[in-house]
């Protein structure tokens, strides 16, 4: 079946319903939530571009046109498996701690790991809007939180985006090393040692200067999640200066 060109500004989300319905009983045996599972494990073994609908069909033991009946493109499947990746983000209460620094940083380090588990989502959330209900889920978990900083309302935005843009922007950088790693056919060592040599043959100077920010001299998992937690704190930080201080 021939897709038709989708315009970008479209979501599942906020499509008019449908008017008219598809010829024949539906297939028996399928579930848009089967379908959206089987998506989200065929994206995490081969990753969104080797992704197709007669992949996804024959993962199921199923026709394509038998996937139709419940989306009516790729795109839209794609938009409802990022929202069940998102979905799988653990969010704890607000009201079980009441501390906003403590939330926020759980939430971005939930965000990151996310990524981690389905690193094809670091494409898709570029993609499309963030309208699913999961999505929205999470927002609004995360303006529950800052609104209770004492931030200044007109700050609230900025100081989200200075965590979750960042822990986003981490998650990108990272999954596209990882990726690299992989497709080298060596270990995540073994490569950071043959790139550090091209640089350090490059600009020693540059070498030099990197040592003195990083003693360490890794990409390793561990070296990275230190990283990680380090700026994340600095930005809760950061965010703490802006809050006005209470007479």
């Not at 971005?108 to 389905?118: P, S």
């Amino acid at each position: 079946m021939a897709e038709q060109p989708r315009d970008p500004a479209v979501s599942i989300w906020v499509k008019p319903p449908k008017t008219t319905r598809r010829r024949g009983a539906a297939p028996t045996g399928l579930s848009r939530e089967r379908i959206v599972a089987a998506t989200v494990a065929l994206l995490d073994t081969d990753g969104v571009q080797a992704f197709s609908m007669r992949k996804l069909a024959a993962q199921l033991d199923v026709t394509p046109m038998s996937v139709y009946w419940y989306v009516d493109n790729k795109d839209e499947l794609l938009e409802l498996a990022l929202d069940e990746a998102i979905g799988r983000i653990r969010i704890t209460p607000l009201e079980d701690h009441g501390d906003w620094r403590r939330h926020l940083r759980a939430l971005a380090h939930e965000y990151r790991r996310c990524f981690q588990e389905h690193p094809w989502a670091t494409e898709l959330a570029g993609r499309y809007l963030a309208l699913g209900p999961n999505s929205l889920l999470f927002t609004t978990s995360a303006i529950g939180a800052i609104t209770r900083s004492g931030l200044p309302a007109d700050h609230a935005g900025a100081a989200l985006g200075l965590i979750f843009e960042y822990a986003y922007g981490f998650a990108v950088l990272e999954t596209q090393w990882l990726r690299r790693v992989r497709a080298s056919g060596l270990s995540e060592e073994e490569f950071y040692k043959v790139v550090y040599n091209i640089v350090e043959q490059a600009d020693a100077r540059f070498v030099e200067q990197a040592e003195r920010i990083d003693k360490d001299g890794t990409n390793s998992p561990a070296a990275r999640d230190r990283r990680f937690t380090q700026g994340l704190d600095l930005a809760l930080a950061g965010i703490d200066t802006a809050i006005p201080a209470t007479p």
